[in-house]
């Protein structure tokens, strides 16, 4: 076990460093610059720009600037190139912001998911599995911000609560109650929005997991030693049929920077995704940089904390 | 059912006929399902409208979707054309706007389907791209995989690097680098296809990991037969159609990463159309017109649903032990 976190951890170190220089190199090798992002404003002289450049240190070859990312980063140094507010306590602000918005859309996704997908199998060929499983089609194929800007329209006019941003402005005198739902409406859309895409995809696992599971011949057995059915179902084949879960709550974790660009857009909510967007229109290296750098960190933490999850789940892998 | 006629029919099949090749097989077993059928049906159409299109927009005059009429703006879908303020060469087909205009007064249903071709092509060409990259990749890893430079063999390598492109957040680094990279069409395909290359690569490697150590591979080296033969004339066609499954679902996402990036901004910029940039164009006219939201929006989950049916429709025509279970 020992053996095997040290060199997991070494490996994942390694590919943390080859991914930074690759990350590093895309973005500065791509054409546009910082100090271009206003080229029609006249008083930007040459001298300014090159005044720009040495600040930021754009002017430096590419090893030595992914040096001084690498330096700044490490000693919480790191600056916007936006506003020259420190990196790291801005993107913290954002997680706190995304943080509810994810910890919502999971909840959501799971719990939806798991009894829809199981019920499917169960049933399979019934018109309860087909049309799941044509819904769930239906929801992955539609454009997200198309369904979203439906739904949006729907709830406005029907429960007359508006539900962009974190809150309503304004309501911050009402009542407790009332400012409790108001959150609850910001917070719930955007997630079951983000969530639906999730829902789809994780019932169709869980269908097709159970699926298999069930004609294992254990399951067999327990139905010939006549074990009543809900517990053939729930305490022989589903505990089998969750194993390859556990792995997905660590796959999970990137999903928090990469999923949420779009509905963090559109729900107008000031998260870690919108927060990249933002950085990639102002051409913030530090901050783009950094936020993938926390992704790929959160990719590499999630698979090993898969790998740990499984072998802690399953008697049968020893690590 | 399936299972005794294969078994029935293989020693017959062995005596005078070539045995049925996998991509036969998987049309047969593909046929019985419904779904699928409708998706091929509905992507066959969409085919000919895409084809079609591209040829009537560009070649005829009452189909240009760059034609400009700001007396028409905003008509609604089938409304007649104000015929006699409009020059002949800007008149609609047959007088009317079958699906309305935009607020140019452009005729959607021209850019509808010049658009059709663009996000196909979009679609298409990534998937070409990603399909290439993992199946040289995954091929070579599978086939080479033993062979060792000092220490690290050529399969650890080749996996490494699908780890480190896995462990980018794909929207996200596309978006990054259409965002930095000059607006052009085909950048949105090559990094669409560039990043989404590793479930194929990985599917490919474990496949050709298998069929390493089948008796026909064994026979074929046993034989003597160049490597390139084996490769491509033994193993590629037995581990191509798991990889047709991703191809379909991989169009169906590239089509809607396109009309995401779209949506914000850096999209397929104009004059190309296509159904993301009319539907993102569109969403700002959703009250005063609302076919400019709804007509690309729901054409996009039809096709979109049509690929990812086939797709379903391929995997579990394609899995063993769903089959089994089926019958």
Not at chain 1, 150 to 179: C, H, K, Q
Not at chain 2, 88 to 110: F, I, K, N, Q
Not at chain 2, 197 to 223: H, I, N, P, Y
């Amino acid at each position: 076990m020992l053996a095997f976190l040290t060199r997991s951890l070494a490996q994942r170190l390694l590919l943390l460093v080859i991914i930074s220089i690759l990350a590093h190199s895309v973005v500065h090798l791509a054409p546009g610059e910082p100090s271009q992002v206003d080229p029609s404003n006249p008083r930007m002289k040459p001298e300014d720009i090159a005044r720009i450049r040495a600040a930021f240190h754009l002017d430096k070859p590419l090893h030595l600037q992914y040096a001084y990312w690498m330096r700044d980063l490490f000693t919480g140094e790191l600056k916007s190139f936006k506003d020259s507010q420190p990196v790291l306590p801005k993107i913290w602000r954002r997680f706190l912001n995304s943080l509810p918005l994810f910890l919502c859309a999971t909840l959501i996704v799971w719990s939806l998911s798991f009894p829809t997908g199981i019920q499917a199998a169960l049933r399979r060929g019934s018109i309860f599995d087909r049309s799941t499983t044509f819904l769930a089609y239906a929801l992955i194929s539609i454009p997200g911000f198309f369904l979203s800007y439906l739904v949006i329209l729907w709830i406005v006019d029907t429960f007359n609560v508006p539900v962009i941003g974190m809150r309503t402005f304004g309501m911050e005198s009402a009542e407790t109650s009332y400012r409790w739902m108001d959150r609850v409406w910001h917070l719930v859309t955007p997630s079951l929005m983000s969530a639906i895409g999730g829902i789809a995809v994780l019932s169709r696992y869980v269908r097709s997991q159970m699926l298999e599971v069930i004609g294992h011949d254990y399951v067999r057995t327990a139905r010939a030693k006549g074990v009543v059915e809900d517990q053939v179902i729930y305490s022989h084949a589903l505990r089998n049929a969750l194993l390859p879960f556990i792995t997905m709550f660590g796959l999970m974790l990137p999903g928090f920077i990469g999923g949420s660009v779009i509905f963090e857009q559109i729900f107008a909510w000031p998260g870690l995704g919108r927060l990249g967007y933002e950085a990639i229109l102002a051409r913030d290296f530090p901050v783009i940089l950094t936020l993938n750098f926390i992704a790929a960190v959160l990719t590499l933490a999630g698979t090993l904390l898969s790998d740990i999850l499984y072998s802690a789940a399953d008697p049968r892998i020893r690590l | 059912m399936a299972i005794s006629n294969v078994v029935e029919s293989r020693p017959q099949q062995a005596l005078d006929a070539p045995s049925e090749g996998p991509l036969r097989e998987l049309w047969k077993s593909l046929k019985r399902d419904r779904l699928a059928m409708t998706g091929i049906v509905v992507l066959f159409l969409l085919m000919i409208a895409a084809l079609a299109g591209k040829a009537l927009t560009e070649w005829t005059q009452i189909l240009d979707p760059a034609t400009v009429r700001l007396t028409d703006k905003f008509r609604p879908p089938m409304a007649r054309a104000a015929a006699e303020d409009l020059p002949v060469a800007s008149r609609p087909p047959l007088g009317r706007y079958w699906l309305g205009t935009d607020e140019l007064g452009r005729d959607v249903l021209a850019r509808m389907l010049q658009g059709s071709f663009v996000s196909l092509s979009i679609g298409f060409i990534a998937v070409g791209i990603s399909i290439i990259i993992g199946i040289t990749l995954g091929g070579v890893a599978g086939f080479y995989g033993d062979l060792k430079f000092g220490p690290v063999s050529v399969d650890g390598i080749l996996m490494r690097f699908t780890d480190v492109m896995l462990c980018f957040p794909t929207f996200f680094l596309i978006l990054t680098v259409v965002a930095l990279l000059p607006p052009s069409i085909y950048n949105i395909m090559i990094v669409i296809g560039l990043t989404s290359w590793m479930g194929t690569a990985r599917f490919v490697r474990s496949e050709f990991f298998s069929l390493k150590e089948q008796d026909f591979v064994v026979a074929a080296k046993a034989l003597g037969l160049p490597e390139r033969r084996i490769i491509f004339r033994h193993m590629m066609p037995n581990a191509l159609a798991p990889v047709l499954v991703s191809a379909s679902i991989g169009v169906a996402s590239a089509i809607l990463t396109e009309s995401a990036l779209s949506f914000l901004g850096f999209g397929v910029q104009p004059p190309y159309a296509t159904w993301g940039n009319i539907l993102s164009d569109g969403k700002d006219f959703i009250f005063d017109a609302p076919w400019l939201f709804f007509i690309p929006g729901l054409s996009i989950l039809v096709v979109v649903l049509a690929f990812n049916l086939v797709g379903e429709g391929l995997r579990e025509a394609l899995d063993p032990r769903l089959r089994r279970g089926l019958r």
